[in-house]
């Protein structure tokens, strides 16, 4: 079945570690999004990418980093420098971004904890 | 700043009622699609509905349906006949430009409570 895996589905992260987040996917979409959830609030958009080796800052990329070596993954890495890293990370993908944004397909999301 | 808002925090329903999520938004587009996501306590994110800014007629979803209003920006969530499984965080979507690029940015997000 296609869709969007994300591992591990719980990470603990001592302080001053960098720890990478895990997003694959086999829908065949061009786009791929992290975003960051703090409890009881929305989304906000960390990095995307549009397509291979490409990739663009959201509204909070302080602290971390990200790679798009191949179409079906994008790795979040989350650094030392992200002074407040425990969260609830999403990953998702969509058919594009030219022409428009199709509907986003999500991962099943990994909880940061840093300990 | 092309923003999306949600601005009720938290509703509830008693079960087999109907519910509306209200949601605004700031375009300048004139072609454009808005979405409806929802987020049960398993955190999955699932969509529920999407609307084509250029289509007049409102989108259905068996008991799920929306009120575009274009002019006023104005893209509302009715869920009909509620069931306990329809308790969610609730998100309306909307596409936002950065330079050539777009990406869905989120409103704050509804919690619906559903009363048995």
């Known amino acids: 079945d296609g869709g969007i895996t994300q591992s591990p589905k719980y990470l603990f992260r001592k302080e001053g570690q960098n720890v990478t987040l895990s997003c694959e996917q086999n829908l065949n979409h061009d786009a791929m999004y992290w975003y960051r959830q703090d409890p009881g609030q929305g989304l906000r958009l960390i990095y995307y990418s549009q397509i291979v080796n490409d990739f663009q800052k959201g509204d909070i990329a302080e602290g971390y980093s990200v790679s798009r070596e191949k179409k079906e993954s994008f790795p979040l890495t989350v650094t030392s420098a992200q002074k407040n890293p425990t969260a609830f990370y999403l990953c998702a993908s969509s058919k594009g971004t030219w022409e428009g944004v199709s509907e986003a397909f999500f991962g099943q999301g990994t909880r940061l904890t840093v300990v | 700043a092309q923003t999306v808002t949600q601005s009720q925090p938290e509703m509830s329903v008693q079960e087999a009622e109907t519910v509306t999520l209200s949601c605004t938004y700031d375009t300048s587009e004139s072609d454009y699609y808005l979405f409806w996501y929802k987020q049960p306590p398993s955190r999955q994110m699932i969509l529920v509905i999407r609307?084509?800014?250029?289509?007049?007629q409102n989108a259905t979803e068996n008991r799920f349906s929306v009120n575009f209003q274009k002019a006023a920006k104005s893209f509302s969530l009715k869920i009909s006949d509620s069931q306990l499984g329809d308790a969610a965080m609730y998100f309306c979507a909307y596409p936002t430009s950065s330079g050539s690029a777009r990406q869905l940015t989120f409103g704050s997000g509804t919690q619906l409570t559903v009363l048995p």
């Open positions: 609307q084509e800014a250029y289509k007049q």
